[in-house]
């Protein structure tokens, strides 16, 4: 009997973790990926304990980790004032039976490659190679269109063809044509990372402001031991009327700090100086905030989508890495349920795309930053005591709604069985 193959569309974060679940599951693949050679892009993102215990379950253990990030300890609200609105803290300590992960992208994207390289050979990642497309064939079979980088074009035909390529999934575009273009809803971030001593508890996450004028900084590398300096990652934002939509050209570019260093005048605190963090920068990105309008399918027969290419969503519950390393996971066991065959794509499709792009639209909402939408409402972010604006418990509510509907819910997580059984093969 001949072995199935999955294509993989898109060598990215959901690509190569996909790579290593049907490596894992026993099932042959072989990832596409356009950039000619991988590079460590990118600044901080999070993985939280959903995605941290699946990776623990492909065996990428916690040193693994700590090397191309570290655990977060809390996650903090703080007012315009430097009060605080809300804390809490994360992973182990929050009682998750697995940390919460901060990390560098870049880095973390390399270890999966250099994994999935060790795994599974050289000949898995074939880089300078752009899917443009596919054709379900009659014969039970699908291919994948394929642009080489020197512009030759190629057909190679799988089983079954996954596209993780991304926000601008060319998969994506060929499944559902008739979809809007990139949403754009008036938020502009700066992303950099600047080597600077951690506050708080030295692995906090730090909302500052106003849901439309505001700084995100949390460390994404542990202190150096000597200068006790660790990387921090920042995300300067604030928002501007959408209305005549994304002006500027691309949607990710190197800018200077003095393009928007102004709107965070001022910004300083006896614990946090913003206007220094951004200047020691080394390099800094424009990245307007966008996502797609959900779409009722992400299954066209032997074709799925997972990562961004199936939900792009807003980073403000920081799970869109998180939500792409669990799909790969979910895919994988329903390969085990299924076969490699469509079904276990449908089944796949007809459970999670409805309360994924759920998540996609109350990111959109302003997800567990609405916190600081009530501040702004009741106080216009003046208080000296937050819990004369907000009392304790409907903040803890507030935030247990989100991380319910985002499938962080500790006692759910901490009693459901893995995803994957350890040892569990996909009969062929
Ligand atoms: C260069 C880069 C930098 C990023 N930096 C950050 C960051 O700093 N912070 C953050 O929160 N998120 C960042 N992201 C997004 C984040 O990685 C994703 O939101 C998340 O990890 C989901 O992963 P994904 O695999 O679905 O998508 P991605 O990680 O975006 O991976 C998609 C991959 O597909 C490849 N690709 C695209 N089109 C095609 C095609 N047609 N054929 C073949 N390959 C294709 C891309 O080159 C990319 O490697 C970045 C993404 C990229 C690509």
């Given at each position: 009997?001949?072995?199935?193959?999955?294509?993989?569309a898109?060598?990215?974060?959901?690509?190569?973790t996909?790579?290593?679940t049907?490596?894992?599951?026993?099932?042959?693949?072989?990832?596409f990926?356009?950039?000619?050679?991988?590079?460590?892009?990118?600044?901080?993102?999070?993985?939280q304990?959903?995605?941290v215990?699946?990776?623990?379950?492909?065996?990428?253990?916690a040193?693994d980790?700590d090397?191309?990030g570290?655990?977060?300890k809390?996650w903090?609200?703080?007012g315009?004032?430097?009060?605080d609105?809300?804390s809490?803290?994360?992973?182990?300590?929050?009682?998750?039976?697995?940390?919460?992960?901060?990390?560098?992208?870049?880095?973390?994207h390399?270890?999966l490659?250099?994994?999935?390289?060790?795994?599974?050979?050289?000949?898995?990642?074939?880089?300078?190679?752009?899917?443009?497309?596919?054709?379900?064939?009659?014969?039970?079979?699908v291919?994948?269109?394929?642009?080489?980088?020197?512009?030759?074009t190629?057909?190679?035909?799988?089983?079954?063809?996954i596209?993780?390529?991304?926000?601008h999934?060319?998969?994506?575009?060929?499944?559902?044509?008739?979809?809007?273009?990139?949403h754009?809803?008036?938020?502009?971030?700066?992303?950099g990372?600047?080597?600077a001593?951690?506050?708080?508890?030295?692995?906090?996450?730090?909302?500052?402001?106003?849901?439309?004028?505001?700084?995100?900084?949390?460390?994404?590398?542990?202190?150096?031991?000597?200068?006790?300096?660790?990387?921090?990652?920042?995300?300067?934002?604030?928002?501007?009327?959408?209305?005549?939509g994304?002006?500027?050209?691309?949607?990710?570019?190197?800018v200077?700090?003095?393009d928007?260093?102004h709107?965070?005048?001022?910004?300083?605190?006896?614990w946090?100086?913003?206007?220094?963090?951004?200047?020691?920068?080394?390099?800094a990105?424009?990245?307007p905030m966008?996502?797609?309008?959900?779409?009722?399918?992400?299954?066209?027969?032997r074709v799925?989508?997972?990562?961004?290419?199936?939900?792009?969503?807003?980073?403000?519950?920081?799970?869109?890495?998180s939500?792409?390393?669990?799909?790969?996971?979910?895919?994988?066991?329903?390969l085990?349920?299924?076969?490699?065959?469509?079904?276990?794509f449908?089944?796949?499709?007809?459970?999670?795309?409805?309360?994924?792009s759920?998540?996609?639209?109350?990111?959109?909402?302003?997800?567990?930053?609405?916190?600081?939408?009530?501040?702004?409402?009741r106080?216009?972010?003046?208080?000296?005591?937050?819990?004369?604006?907000i009392?304790?418990?409907?903040?803890?509510?507030?935030?247990a709604?989100?991380?319910?509907?985002a499938?962080?819910?500790?006692?759910?997580?901490n009693?459901?069985?893995?995803t994957?059984?350890?040892?569990?093969?996909?009969?062929?």
């Amino acid at each position: 009997m001949i072995q199935p193959l999955v294509l993989i569309a898109g060598g990215g974060i959901g690509g190569l973790t996909m790579a290593l679940t049907l490596h894992q599951i026993g099932v042959k693949c072989v990832v596409f990926e356009s950039v000619r050679k991988l590079a460590p892009l990118g600044v901080g993102i999070n993985l939280q304990p959903n995605a941290v215990r699946e990776l623990y379950d492909l065996e990428i253990s916690a040193d693994d980790l700590d090397r191309v990030g570290l655990p977060a300890k809390e996650w903090a609200l703080v007012g315009f004032n430097g009060n605080d609105i809300y804390s809490e803290q994360r992973g182990i300590l929050a009682g998750y039976n697995w940390p919460q992960y901060a990390l560098h992208r870049g880095h973390f994207h390399m270890f999966l490659y250099h994994e999935v390289l060790k795994r599974t050979g050289k000949g898995t990642v074939q880089l300078g190679q752009t899917v443009t497309g596919y054709q379900n064939n009659a014969n039970g079979t699908v291919t994948a269109l394929i642009e080489h980088a020197d512009g030759k074009t190629a057909r190679e035909t799988g089983t079954l063809l996954i596209g993780a390529d991304g926000i601008h999934s060319a998969v994506r575009a060929q499944m559902h044509p008739e979809q809007p273009p990139i949403h754009w809803g008036g938020a502009i971030m700066w992303r950099g990372s600047t080597l600077a001593k951690p506050t708080r508890t030295g692995s906090s996450f730090i909302g500052l402001g106003s849901h439309r004028h505001r700084m995100v900084i949390y460390p994404i590398s542990h202190p150096d031991p000597t200068t006790g300096l660790a990387t921090i990652n920042w995300i300067a934002e604030v928002t501007v009327d959408s209305s005549e939509g994304w002006k500027e050209s691309g949607w990710f570019k190197q800018v200077e700090i003095d393009d928007f260093i102004h709107h965070f005048d001022g910004w300083t605190y006896d614990w946090l100086d913003v206007p220094a963090l951004l200047r020691g920068a080394q390099v800094a990105y424009e990245n307007p905030m966008i996502d797609r309008d959900p779409i009722p399918t992400w299954q066209d027969d032997r074709v799925v989508l997972l990562g961004d290419a199936a939900h792009p969503m807003y980073p403000t519950g920081s799970n869109g890495a998180s939500q792409a390393v669990v799909d790969t996971r979910l895919l994988g066991a329903s390969l085990i349920e299924h076969g490699v065959t469509p079904k276990a794509f449908q089944a796949f499709d007809q459970k999670f795309c409805g309360p994924i792009s759920e998540v996609v639209l109350r990111n959109r909402g302003a997800g567990p930053f609405g916190l600081l939408n009530l501040v702004d409402e009741r106080c216009g972010g003046e208080f000296d005591n937050i819990d004369d604006v907000i009392p304790a418990k409907e903040r803890s509510e507030f935030m247990a709604g989100y991380k319910a509907t985002a499938g962080f819910a500790i006692e759910k997580l901490n009693n459901s069985p893995s995803t994957i059984q350890h040892g569990a093969k996909v009969v062929i």
